[in-house]
């Protein structure tokens, strides 16, 4: 049964790096998203994204985040100056038709 | 507002014993709930979603709309079924965000 993926499993930066999160959605999916967990609270959403161009962001996504569909598999979630309060779990999701929501393992971001 | 509250943080049975985990939402418009489950260190994974009216490994939810609850309901609690249990909404549109709640641990005994 095919699966999203994710790169890095496991990301530690200094504060103030760019990292770049990576994602393989399902491949005939045509919803993305993210969205992000810190530790001990909830399931947060950050960004979808739907023909090319982001559908919906959250207060959360500024002006630091920035999302990507480089080629036909990859869907990539940038942080260009990362801060402490960035780190956090990332999950990509993917969804054929605008429902059902498929997870990734997720991305744990460390930022020192 | 929209919302999903998930009011137990924790919740602890014996094997075989009946399990309800609690799942209220907030939301103007039409819902579309799911229950998302999440085994140590895996990923989240969907366990139930309420257009569906089905059945899995033995979990069942419905979604009653006057008391805005959506709780997930097994009759007899197996150890296998030790995990992060999230309710989670839909708004919007057609590939709308999910809102997510706290999330409730479901810790099964022997």
């Known amino acids: 049964e095919p699966e999203v993926t994710q790169t890095p499993s496991h990301q530690v930066t200094q504060m103030g790096q760019e990292v770049i999160l990576r994602c393989v959605p399902i491949?005939?999916?045509?919803?993305f998203y993210w969205y992000r967990q810190i530790l001990g609270q909830k399931v947060e959403f950050l960004v979808s994204?739907?023909?090319?161009?982001?559908?919906?962001k959250s207060e959360i996504f500024d002006d630091q985040f920035s999302v990507e569909r480089p080629d036909g598999s990859n869907f990539t979630l940038k942080i260009r100056s990362t801060k402490l309060e960035d780190s956090a779990m990332y999950f990509c999701a993917s969804s054929r038709s605008g429902g059902t929501q498929y997870f990734g393992p997720g991305t744990r971001l460390t930022v020192l | 507002a929209q919302r999903v509250t998930q009011p137990e943080k924790l919740l602890s049975v014996f094997k075989g014993a009946p399990v309800e985990l609690k799942c209220n939402y907030s939301?103007?418009?039409?819902?579309?709930l799911f229950w998302y489950v999440q085994y140590s260190r895996q990923r989240l994974q969907l366990l139930l979603r309420h257009i569906s009216r089905e059945s899995i490994k033995g979990f069942t939810a419905d979604l009653n709309k006057g008391e805005t609850s959506f709780h997930l309901k097994k009759p007899f609690a197996q150890e296998e079924d030790s995990a992060m249990y999230y309710c989670a909404l839909s708004v919007g549109n057609q590939g709308g965000k999910l809102i997510f709640g706290q999330g409730t641990e479901l810790s099964v005994k022997p």
């Open positions: 491949s005939n999916h045509l919803y």
């Open positions: 939301y103007s418009g039409s819902p579309e």
């Open positions: 994204f739907y023909n090319n161009e982001i559908s919906e």
